[in-house]
């Protein structure tokens, strides 16, 4: 399972918090349990001088005596004082010449002290301290302050994490808003965020841009297709008045015809307006076939020969085949050929060359009127048409339109220049192999 990194941060600052808690509540632990420590050099020359002093006290006295002022003394010590047989203590072998040179040292727990009382007896200091009682520890104001400052970092964490969350929290929010109204308003700007959102408003911003340039699309098209839709459609309601008045045979009979034509012309207008609008967008699935080259082409132009139109076809690259989609390929070349037939006066040519070393170049050639300089980008419009819609120049102003869109997802491009006819070259660069 994938973790966004802003989920993995989040729970990493959460762990963090958790273990410096815990961390604090150990640290506080130890120190109101742990025991003081000190150096064992320091702890001799502190018990030098109180073992010194009972020795002057003890020296002369001996058996109840001793114990009786032994006693009275131990009132005045925080800690035990005790004789014990020296030869029942077991001490380190240097501590005997500590002893004998009248200095304290320390037993195996480290928490007693002897000191010689003369060659037999000692005197035990201890047990000198133990562990802390924790109702003493928690009246110091001490320890509170201690405790405040190790755990501030952790009630820190959490404010942050919560603002952090809640501004988490109100950017979707804000988001979620701007997204429900992107549908009504494509062009609406997206509320700011922190860096982390940047490749998500990014790609909204983008959403919302095709958005609205497909509404335009849309927009331009469905004008196109209403106003292309006027002219038949008032042929048809004249001539349908016409037939009410009762005309006689031969009118009737070309008013049908001529329905009939109206039909058959709004039929291919709405044909060919669905396949521009089809081609709008990328094709859900771009086939990369491989298509031979010869033998692609000559169909195309048999196709044309079979209606009537006479055309050539040039050869001049050893490439065989390309990869592409086969659909859209026979869409580019079948408007462009149709387009040279319908505008050229009987010479086509098809002609096919290297560009480059990843690309290749199709030129339609005709020996008609030719596009004017300034028209050779308008052309390619959807609805425009350089030459006036009449019996001898039929279409509706789609066909490059949609040629030029397809070679776009082809990942190629049209352009128009003069023929070596005198008429209209449109060059087809189409790469040898889709990325």
């Known amino acids: 399972m994938h973790i966004k990194p802003a989920a993995r941060a989040h729970a990493l600052a959460l762990l963090a918090c958790l273990a410096w808690g815990a961390l604090t509540i150990w640290l506080l632990f130890l120190s109101a349990k742990s025991a003081v420590g000190v150096s064992e050099y320091s702890f001799?020359?502190?018990?030098?001088?109180?073992?010194?002093?009972?020795?002057?006290?003890?020296?002369?006295?001996s058996g109840e005596a001793r114990e009786q002022r032994l006693q009275e003394l131990q009132r005045r010590f925080q800690f035990p004082l005790t004789l014990v047989p020296r030869d029942s203590v077991e001490l380190a072998p240097e501590a005997g010449v500590m002893l004998d040179n009248e200095h304290a040292v320390l037993g195996v727990s480290e928490e007693i002290a002897y000191y010689a009382l003369d060659r037999n007896t000692l005197i035990q200091f201890g047990p000198m301290w133990g562990a802390a009682a924790m109702e003493d520890v928690l009246n110091l104001r001490i320890y509170w302050l201690t405790a405040a400052a190790a755990a501030l970092p952790l009630p820190l964490l959490l404010l942050a994490a919560w603002h952090r969350r809640r501004k988490r929290a109100a950017t979707l929010s804000a988001l979620s808003s701007s997204l429900s109204q992107l549908t009504r308003t494509?062009?609406?700007?997206?509320?700011?965020?922190?860096?982390?959102?940047?490749?998500?408003?990014?790609?909204?911003?983008?959403?919302?841009?095709?958005?609205?340039?497909?509404?335009?699309?849309?927009?331009?098209?469905?004008?196109?297709?209403?106003?292309?839709?006027?002219?038949?459609l008032?042929?048809?309601?004249?001539?349908?008045?016409?037939?009410?008045?009762?005309?006689?045979?031969?009118?009737?009979?070309?008013?049908?015809?001529?329905?009939?034509?109206?039909?058959?012309?709004?039929?291919?207008l709405v044909r060919a307006s669905l396949a521009f609008a089809r081609l709008a967008d990328a094709p859900a699935a771009l086939a990369r076939e491989p298509v031979i080259l010869r033998s692609w082409l000559q169909e195309e132009l048999d196709t044309l020969e079979l209606a009537g139109q006479p055309a050539e076809l040039r050869m001049e690259t050893t490439v065989r085949e390309l990869r592409g989609d086969h659909a859209l390929l026979h869409l580019i070349v079948?408007?462009?050929?149709?387009?040279?037939?319908?505008?050229?006066?009987?010479?086509?040519?098809?002609?096919?060359?290297?560009?480059?070393?990843?690309?290749?170049?199709l030129h339609v050639d005709d020996d008609g009127p030719g596009v004017a300089r300034e028209d050779r980008e308008r052309i390619f419009e959807p609805?425009?048409?350089?030459?006036?819609?009449?019996?001898?120049?039929?279409?509706?102003?789609?066909g490059l339109a949609l040629a030029r869109r397809a070679a776009h997802w082809q990942q190629g491009d049209i352009q128009v220049t003069r023929s070596p006819f005198g008429g209209a070259r449109f060059s087809l660069l189409l790469p040898l192999r889709l990325d």
């Open 334 to 361: 079948r408007n462009l050929l149709v387009n040279a037939c319908t505008y050229g006066h009987g010479r086509l040519r098809l002609s096919v060359a290297n560009h480059g070393s990843a690309h290749l170049v």
């Open 234 to 268: 008032a042929r048809m309601r004249f001539a349908l008045a016409l037939l009410e008045r009762g005309a006689d045979d031969d009118t009737r009979r070309r008013l049908q015809e001529r329905l009939l034509k109206d039909v058959v012309e709004l039929e291919s």
């Open 383 to 398: 609805f425009v048409r350089l030459m006036p819609h009449d019996a001898n120049h039929t279409g509706h102003g789609l």
């Open 44 to 61: 001799r020359r502190l018990m030098g001088g109180p073992g010194y002093l009972l020795v002057e006290q003890l020296r002369g006295l």
């Open 186 to 232: 494509p062009a609406l700007i997206l509320p700011t965020a922190s860096a982390e959102w940047a490749p998500l408003l990014a790609a909204l911003q983008q959403h919302a841009q095709h958005i609205a340039a497909m509404s335009e699309r849309h927009k331009e098209v469905s004008q196109a297709v209403s106003h292309e839709l006027r002219t038949p």
